[in-house]
């Protein structure tokens, strides 16, 4: 999954991208509003956490320009300001969430969960397809009970296809997720690890969940047809 | 009560003490001015009843004639002690002829020798009742004196007195408790205003600042107290807005490094660690546990500043040698961005805490190096006319826009330049000014952008 953070002191997103990119979330990092604009409007991002203050325009400028460009990617504001007026405005702004700092990183990543949940059909942090287990808050993968263990990338990729499962994810959403925005992309990288997944997730089981949509993309899928 | 510190009973108290004085002076007049007029006519009448005697005993021949006063011996000078009584006496004070009413029990009226006018006074009458009592000497053509004494019973009088005095006790009494309660209720309606008043300044509280009292609603004399009352609440909000807005502007700069510091820490101990990573994490929350204490000591000065609070010794300061001072200060950062320092300073002489100004002077210099460019410089003119000493501090740096030198003074802003810069705090200039204000000197800023900025100071001189 891909998170924009949107944070202008340089100590405070150090540290929030690398505890983010910990938790196996692929990070794009912006340091003023316009910038922050550019990245959500033309970024595949799946969450954007968004300081208020910021250089050049604010983060509530920003969000509103986001809302009116259409766009309906899930926002968290995370700010020093923590009136209740404050909040208010942010959430009538189109915020999905708002974080007051100084925050506990546990509970922004349980935030960032939710909000990811939200897009999907999955209803709690653990998501179950067949009998595959995917454990989103402590990043535990089980089949049949069994636990699987799984590397950031493999992790990342599974993640992306159950929070959108019994739907089509292209070798291109999957690449963006998995990449930072200036890495070069190779799309058979994402066939490579499809095949590691399949051959931890799928080996010697009767039911194979992930499956390849010919000339789209690959799929998990929850029952037989 | 009475004597409280109230002013209804105050104002009560000297109402009614006046109104019984007044009543009380004008049962008096009234009692002793009818008494008068009652005494006054028993007088006439006496005075009439001497003359027709007199007149008896002379006679119309001028003859002395006793005889013809049986004329007059009727109706109360008939009844024994009537209360009605007359005496004809010589000058010895021998008895000639006395009223029926005196004679017919052997009573007298007491003699003294009078003049030829008639004397008034009061007696005490042969039936042991006041009487008033006239005599009158009369000088018949003989030459002879002949004494003549009339009385009168004071008793009818002195009822119908007495009579009076009660009536007009009781009526002025009903009369002062109807005052009383009039004053009562007059008293309580001309303060109602101060109720009124009262009641207003009760609703304000901490959280209600912004009422103000409705100089409209209250009486002309409150009126004036009402206004200051008002002008007092304006000053007093505008201190509590500021000392909100300071609370809220510190908590909110100090919420950004503790949020650093506390993502560190949790970000750390998610997980097992190599030590370098540690070091790393530790690093990060010293710095920012620096910056924060930085921070706080500015914000403390700030606080200072703004309760003007802060302890100045002033005394005659050479301005170049503050300058000079300063640039050794900043020496050191000077070189390291690349930057030339440059002075150009008179002998001026200002009146001013050394040391307070020396750090005023750091600040702005230190900025002018620090937003400005690589072979740039710093320049420092003190120049002084009659009225001013002026300091400038110019830089060629990247300027600070229109929009943002309104707000440059403020407490925690930083222009979007200024804000990527990370060791700043956005109190800096704020300081700078609070002791520029505390010294009685303008602070102003001139900028261009991509040109260069210019702060000016400009110290009184004594």
């Given amino acids: ?225 | 009560m009475i004597f409280s510190s109230s002013i209804k009973s105050r104002l009560v108290a000297v109402f009614l003490f006046t109104s019984a004085a007044i009543y009380a002076s004008l049962g008096f007049y009234l009692y002793y001015n009818l008494k008068n007029i009652a005494i006054g006519a028993v007088d006439e009448h006496l005075h009439d009843e001497v003359q027709l005697i007199a007149g008896h005993i002379y006679g119309r021949d001028g003859r002395d004639s006793l005889a013809e006063l049986a004329d007059i011996a009727i109706g109360d000078y008939a009844e024994p002690l009537s209360g009605h009584y007359y005496q004809i006496s010589d000058e010895s004070g021998k008895v000639l002829e006395s009223s029926p009413s005196l004679s017919i029990v052997g009573a007298a009226l007491p003699f003294r020798l009078p003049s030829v006018e008639p004397e008034l006074s009061f007696i005490t009458g042969p039936d042991r009742k006041p009487h008033r009592l006239i005599e009158q000497r009369f000088v018949t053509p003989k030459g002879k004196s002949i004494i003549v004494q009339a009385s009168e019973s004071l008793t009818e009088t002195y009822v119908l007195l007495s009579v009076f005095k009660r009536r007009t006790f009781l009526v002025l009494t009903v009369v002062f408790l109807l005052t009383a309660a009039a004053i009562y209720t007059a008293v309580g309606y001309a303060l109602r205003g101060i109720g009124f008043f009262t009641r207003e300044v009760g609703l304000i509280t901490e959280k209600s600042l912004m009422r103000r009292i409705d100089t409209e609603g209250v009486s002309d004399e409150l009126r004036p107290l009402a206004e200051s009352f008002n002008t007092v609440l304006s000053r007093l909000e505008t201190s509590f807005e500021r000392q909100q807005r300071f609370v809220s502007e510190t908590s909110h700069e100090l919420r950004t490094p503790a949020a650093v510091i506390k993502s560190y820490c949790d970000v750390t101990l998610a997980k097992k660690r190599e030590s370098a990573e540690y070091i790393t994490a530790l690093e990060g929350i010293s710095n920012s546990v620096g910056r924060m204490s930085f921070m706080i000591d500015r914000i403390l000065e700030v606080a200072r500043l703004e309760a003007g609070i802060l302890g100045m010794t002033r005394a005659d300061v050479r301005v170049k040698d503050v300058i000079d001072d300063v640039f050794r200060l900043v020496g050191q950062k000077a070189e390291e961005e690349g930057v030339l320092l440059k002075l150009d300073a008179d002998d001026s002489v200002v009146s001013a805490d050394r040391e307070r100004i020396t750090e005023a002077f750091v600040n702005l210099v230190y900025n002018a190096i620090k937003y400005n460019r690589r072979g740039g410089y710093v320049d420092v003119a003190v120049r002084s006319d009659a009225k001013y000493c002026v300091v400038t501090v110019s830089d060629t740096g990247v300027g600070i826009d229109k929009a943002s030198q309104q707000k440059i003074f403020d407490r925690f802003f930083r222009a979007d330049g200024a804000r990527s810069v990370a060791d700043g705090t956005g109190l800096g200039l704020s300081i700078v000014k609070g002791i520029m204000d505390a010294h009685g000197a303008a602070i102003s800023v001139e900028s261009e952008e991509g040109k260069g900025t210019t702060f000016r100071v400009a110290f009184p001189r004594k």
Avoid: C, H, W
């Fill in chain 1, 1 to 225: 999954m891909r998170i924009l953070l949107v944070e202008d002191e340089k100590e405070l997103s150090n540290i929030i991208k690398k505890g983010l990119e910990e938790a196996s979330y692929n990070v794009d990092v912006a340091y003023d509003g316009e910038e922050a604009f550019y990245m959500a409007a033309n970024y595949p991002v799946d969450v954007v956490i968004l300081d208020v203050m910021l250089p050049k325009m604010d983060g509530i400028a920003v969000l509103k320009k986001l809302r009116a460009a259409k766009s309906e990617v899930p926002v968290i504001l995370l700010t020093a300001l923590d009136s209740v007026a404050d909040k208010i405005k942010g959430l009538d702004a189109g915020a999905d969430d708002y974080l007051p700092k100084p925050f506990e990183f546990g509970e922004l990543l349980a935030r960032v969960r939710a909000l990811l949940r939200r897009k999907s059909s999955a209803k709690q942090s653990v998501i179950r397809i067949a009998d595959l287990e995917i454990d989103t808050a402590a990043r535990i993968v089980r089949r049949g009970g069994e636990e699987i263990a799984l590397s950031a990338k493999e992790y990342s990729i599974l993640e992306l296809m159950a929070y959108n499962k019994d739907r089509v994810v292209s070798r291109q959403a999957i690449s963006e997720r998995i990449y930072e925005e200036d890495v070069e992309r190779d799309s058979n990288v994402v066939d490579v690890f499809i095949n590691y997944l399949r051959k931890k997730i799928d080996k010697d089981r009767e039911v194979k969940l992930i499956q390849t949509v010919r000339g789209s993309g690959y799929m998990l899928r929850s029952q037989e047809e």
